[in-house]
């Protein structure tokens, strides 16, 4: 069955250290998206892509925050210069469709030390 | 804004009792999505609903557009389905606005 990759599971990083997280999303899915979980809390939008640009952010998705799609695979997430309060499990998702089941990849756990 | 709240935050159920969570919602939306959370932090999509109700397996969702309200029932609940119930609503956009959650814990 076909499935949302994420790579790495798990990365330790010091302060201010640049960090991209990468997904592969499912191959005939044309809507991509970055979501986040902050340890013991409820999971946040941060990000959807479709049609090689940003359809919608929110308000967590600052200027150190970017997405691209580098070519027809790969969907990555680059944190410029990371704060502790990054520190959070990162999941990408991808969908056929707008409005549509959302597949979600296993998850990037980020540690900011 | 939207805002979704969960009941109950925990709850510990006997293999094979009917669980029921509820899923409220403040604004109304385009879709509802029912997630599940793994021990280990993944994610699986369970139900997408716009209206009426939908059944996969033991799991049924089912969604009141007029009450803003939602509910997952799981029928002979089984030690493998103890993980997180996270309820999810998008509304005019592509944002998804998450629950906090329910944790539930099947005994054997």
């Known amino acids: 069955e076909p499935e949302v990759t994420q790579t790495p599971s798990h990365q330790v990083t010091q302060m201010g250290q640049e960090v991209i997280l990468r997904c592969v999303p499912i191959?005939?899915?044309?809507?991509f998206y970055w979501y986040r979980q902050i340890l013991g809390q409820k999971v946040e939008f941060l990000v959807s892509f479709y049609n090689n640009e940003i359809s919608e952010k929110s308000e967590i998705f600052d200027d150190q925050f970017s997405v691209e799609r580098p070519d027809g695979s790969n969907f990555t997430l680059k944190i410029r210069s990371t704060k502790l309060e990054d520190s959070a499990m990162y999941f990408c998702?991808?969908?056929?469709?707008?409005?549509?089941?959302?597949?979600f990849g296993e998850g990037s756990r980020l540690t900011v030390l | 804004k939207n805002e979704v709240e969960q009941s109950p935050q925990n709850l510990t159920a006997q293999e094979g009792e009917f669980i029921t969570i509820n899923c409220s919602y403040s604004?109304?939306?385009?879709?509802l999505h029912w997630l599940q959370q793994h021990p280990g932090g993944g994610i699986v999509s369970l139900f997408m609903?716009?209206?009426g109700k939908k059944k996969h397996g033991r799991l049924i969702a089912t969604i009141n557009i007029q009450e803003k309200h939602s509910s997952l029932h799981i029928t002979a609940s089984h030690p493998r389905d103890s993980a997180v119930y996270i309820c999810a609503v998008r509304g005019g956009s592509e944002k998804l606005v998450f629950g906090k959650g329910t944790k539930l814990t099947v005994n054997p």
């Open positions: 604004v109304g939306i385009s879709a």
């Open positions: 191959s005939n899915h044309l809507y």
């Open positions: 609903l716009s209206s």
């Open positions: 998702a991808s969908s056929v469709e707008t409005v549509g089941e959302l597949f």
